[in-house]
């Protein structure tokens, strides 16, 4: 793939989840598709996450078109049984992927858009960019955290749950990456377990009487922000009771009206807030700064753990890839997201960016949908 290629169709770049989905739309709508993955396999993020990693999204909402999850699959798949999932739909569609391809920059000039990347340089009528919002784990950099003497390491990293037994540990952050460690951490016989919030998180439970919580979803997402905030913090209330008075502090606003201002995932509890009542976890204050044997609290407190787990989120990684063109806010989230898109810059789509009460699979699809119908709508 060499020198420039002159092309009227789209391209795709990512083939996780919403690229995967986005490709099959518009061959369904028979538009001119390629599908560009910078690694060698689909679903490589996928892979890369711990081996206890299951989805908080059921089953029945959580595929993509054609493609059914195998007889006996889990409510709530692991991480296996969805990267399965990928390969057998992206072979089952014939989606023209081309492996191996690392995008530098993209750029709109003369009515088209102009794909620089490892193997030459593209041209499109339009671009579909389906990287992922949580392509790049994110530290925050705290005080003298260079001379802590034990490990800091991004929850995107965790590893197999076991490897924490009689550890002391550390879990910064209550935000959906945070409760999936505490889920699995809660089984775990920990030396000592710390959670770290700045926010409380709006909770839900995996089922309630049985019954998994995520088939409501496209329900609430249909309702008023305002009404499915009041819904939520109502759930979270019966299934948890009062998780202040476990030190845990208040949600800063409700989860629907988080989700949609700040991009924040509900988080899904799975055994951490009953280990939070039991006092197995211990909730505490923010960090202040470490030490070489430990971490200060902002409150004075001083712990000492052995390893420090930042669940503190992921950014998007789009600054070289689009940071000129002006479609990213101050966080590097693209302005807009699925069939949403600027005048100035015609052809130019994003999709996957923002986190959806629906979940990943079933707000690709929509999306996928949505974006098809824009492109071939003229």
């Excluded at 990267?83 to 023209?96: E, K, Q, W, Y």
């Excluded at 919002?133 to 802590?148: E, Y």
């Excluded at 889920?183 to 909770?203: C, F």
């Excluded at 923010?286 to 052995?306: K, S």
């Amino acid at each position: 793939m060499h020198g420039t290629r002159i092309s009227d169709g789209v391209i795709v770049i990512g083939a996780g989840v919403a690229g995967l989905a986005a490709t099959h739309a518009l061959m369904q709508a028979g538009i001119s598709v390629r599908l560009l993955e910078k690694e060698r396999r689909v679903g490589e993020p996928w892979r890369r996450r711990h081996n206890d990693l299951h989805l908080n999204t059921h089953r029945s909402l959580s595929s993509l078109p054609g493609v059914n999850y195998p007889r006996g699959t889990p409510a709530f798949p692991d991480k296996s049984l969805v990267v399965d999932h990928l390969d057998l739909f992206s072979r089952r569609h014939g989606l023209p992927i081309e492996y191996g391809v690392r995008i530098e920059e993209i750029a709109f000039a003369g009515g088209h858009w102009t794909i620089t990347t490892t193997m030459g340089t593209l041209t499109a009528a339009h671009v579909v960019i389906a990287t992922g919002r949580d392509s790049t784990p994110h530290i925050p950099q705290w005080k003298d955290m260079a001379d802590f003497g034990g490990r800091i390491i991004h929850s995107a990293d965790f590893g197999d749950a076991g490897d924490y037994a009689h550890k002391k540990v550390m879990v910064v952050g209550a935000g959906n990456s945070g409760f999936d460690v505490l889920n699995h951490l809660a089984g775990i016989e920990t030396s000592a377990l710390w959670l770290s919030a700045r926010h409380g998180p709006t909770l839900l439970p995996k089922r309630i009487f049985n019954i998994p919580v995520h088939l409501m979803s496209p329900i609430v997402a249909r309702l008023p922000v305002g009404v499915a905030d009041a819904l939520l913090r109502t759930t979270q209330r019966i299934a948890f009771g009062d998780l202040t008075k476990f030190n845990l502090p208040p949600a800063c606003t409700g989860g629907a009206s988080r989700l949609a201002r700040d991009y924040i995932a509900i988080a899904s509890d799975d055994g951490a807030a009953d280990a939070i009542k039991a006092g197995r976890i211990q909730v505490v204050p923010r960090i202040g700064q470490f030490t070489g044997d430990g971490v200060i609290l902002t409150n004075g407190e001083r712990i000492r753990p052995d390893i420090v787990i930042a669940a503190t989120g992921y950014r998007t990684g789009l600054e070289r890839m689009v940071g000129k063109l002006g479609v990213l806010d101050a966080r590097g989230f693209p302005l807009f997201n699925g069939a949403g898109h600027s005048p100035s810059l015609p052809g130019l789509w994003f999709t996957g960016m923002r986190p959806s009460i629906r979940g990943c699979f079933a707000n690709a699809r929509l999306q996928a949908r949505a974006i098809a119908a824009a492109i071939k709508a003229g």
